[in-house]
């Protein structure tokens, strides 16, 4: 991208387009460029349909120019994960199994990004089946951290963050299961939200783990989240857990709620395992918020150090359920070394599924064998219950909480694959949120002595996001890191 466009905000970008200072065709160009430039060293797309992309561009100029421009996404270039669908783009949620498979219908966010005239660009890099915090779990390549290419991007959204800090394209949506928008948001120095669990339609997400899987944004500030999420919030008759709520204008909020705000420091997210480096700027961020008047409280969730256990247990479970529709007769990966219907399952599942993704089927299985499922998939969903109220007792104190998004910074390639405990443990601050249902934000708080970005998360009450990135934008406002950007 050229240098007048690269790292510019989706905002500001909308902004352009609407005074016609450059049109959508040039600006998809420009984003093509950077893509060109930087992803040999980033590997942030699976795959990219230029003629399809300028296409999409060339419809929203004529919109504009006949005076009908959709919403201010109208020509702004969104990346997505390669995990929701796109009607004839490919789908292959970073698996082999699914190599060859192109979608033949639309997730209704994908739907809503349509219909708000943004230009769908491109199919991004992820852990394979949303199973990651490194995104060193994809069949197809490794994404890079681009501040820093010897280290990842974070996970399972890898190559969704990886991209818009690279600033290939302005915005992009990931899913979350655990942490999978929050922790790559932090560790590649942007925003990231992961919305309350029923405000974004299901429809279209291929499935890990159903009952904690949510679409959300990336972007470069707390305004390019908001607007994205406007475009596509809302209630769908298509998926039976899409909540009906009032979609506020989310973006008008950010000017419109200013606090000051009572807010939460869970003394559990501040224990053993914390970087010194990410204490540091989590707590500086946490007295700025106190000297514009904020009323800063300590407060407990004291089931988190169940979270982990719990979170492995459902999220397997699941996905031990989602994940047997894959099983080479239809339209999944089949072995050549196939003799009869037995012979199918086995190799097609041995040969298509990777290493993580056979674990986390064969721990679910187990615990939802006879003889288990009471001891831990029961067990779980109760703890889960507490995990939730914990959090509620909370907001009956506080409009929000303030933590560490990462207990780290972003490490370096290969250096916990061969601990998967330790690298589901990069996850400690974000699952409880997703067992809980709520909302959270990662917002960019500062840099390590090295240079890498640090996050702060701030969780909010359910279906409460004007308020949530009302708080993160004030916070934004008064600090330059999101101006800041990897050296490529």
Known sequence: MSSAL??????????????????????????????????????????????????????SDARRAAGQARSPLDGVPVGLKDVIAVR???????????????????????????????????????????????????????????????RIPGGSSGGSAAAVAAGQVPVSLGSDTGGSIRQPASLCGIVGLKPTYGLISRYGLVAYASSLDQIGPFGHTVEDV????????????????????????????????????????????????????????????????????????????????????AYYIIATAEASSNLARYDGIRYTHRSAKSTDAIDIYHHSRAEGFGPEVKRRIILGTYVLS??????????????????????LDAFREVDALLTPTSPTVAFKKGEKTANPLEMYLADI????????????????????????????????????????????????????????????
């Open 6 to 59: 690269a790292f510019q905000t989706a905002a500001q970008l909308s902004d352009q387009l609407a005074a016609r200072q450059m049109s959508a065709v040039e600006l998809a160009q420009a984003c093509l460029a950077q893509v060109r430039a930087t992803d040999g060293r980033i590997n942030a797309f699976l795959s990219l349909d230029e003629a399809d992309i300028l296409a999409q561009a060339r419809e």
């Open 88 to 150: 004839n783009q490919p789908l292959t949620c970073g698996s082999r199994m699914l190599e060859k498979f192109v979608s033949p219908y639309d997730a209704t966010a994908a739907l809503g990004l349509k219909n708000a005239g943004a230009v769908l660009f491109g199919r991004l890099n992820m852990d394979e089946f949303a199973m990651g915090s490194s995104t060193e779990n994809s069949a197809y390549k490794t994404t890079a951290n681009p501040w820093d290419t010897s």
């Open 226 to 309: 908001a607007m994205t999420l406007q475009t596509i919030a809302g209630h769908d008759e298509k998926d039976s857990t899409s909540f009906r709520t009032e979609i506020p204008d989310y973006r008008a909020a950010l000017a419109q709620r200013r606090g000051p705000w009572k807010l939460g420091v869970p003394k559990e997210y501040f224990g053993e395992g914390l970087a010194p480096e990410v204490r540091a700027s989590v707590e500086q961020a946490i007295a700025w918020y106190r000297a514009q008047g904020c009323e800063i409280r300590e407060v407990s969730l004291p089931h988190t150090e169940y979270a982990v256990s």
């Open 370 to 391: 006879s003889g288990y499922y009471d001891a831990y998939y029961g067990r779980a969903q109760k703890v889960r219950t507490l995990i939730r109220q914990d959090f």
């Open 429 to 488: 601050f974000t699952i409880s949120l997703n067992l809980a249902g709520l909302p959270g934000v990662s917002v960019p708080c500062g840099f390590s002595p090295e240079g890498l970005p640090i996050g702060l998360q701030i969780v909010g009450r359910p279906f409460q996001e004007a308020e949530l990135l009302a708080i993160a934008h004030a916070y934004e406002r008064a600090h330059d890191f999101n101006t800041k950007h990897p050296a490529l």
